[in-house]
């Protein structure tokens, strides 16, 4: 059995820009950071982040493009693909890329959204950090 799965729950590194193939399909690639904090034996705070190329295709690709911005947290399922190509220099290149099957959006980046006419007092406080167990999947 073979089986090619990755999920990636990060923020977007940059807006995403819709292109489009020679047949008029639609494109759109951008970047996700993932970090890792962990205390050290010594008990000092260490973080590793991680970047991931992302490519949407199709109409998930038009609505990611419209609606996905930079800093916003994206849940991705897809699976990874490397692509092998020749620089300048004829030196072969590899690029190992997340392809989307699915992305769900987070919560836009605080200062993004437009205000409110009047607030709604009985409206819950957006939650501050979500953790993967807030995922709905």
Known sequence: MNLNITIIVGRTTEKPALKSTQSGQGV???????????????????????????????????TVAQW??????VAIVGRLQTRKWKDKQGMDRYSTEVVADRVQFGPKPQGKTA????PDINEPLPEQDIGPGDLPF
Do not use: C, M, Y
């Open 68 to 73: 996905v911005e930079k800093g916003q947290l």
């Open 115 to 118: 205000p409110k006419a009047e």
């Open 28 to 62: 759109t690639s951008f970047g996700v950071a993932t970090n890792k904090v962990w205390t050290d034996k010594a008990g000092q705070k260490q973080e590793n982040v991680e970047f991931h190329r992302v490519i949407v295709w199709g109409k998930q690709a038009e």
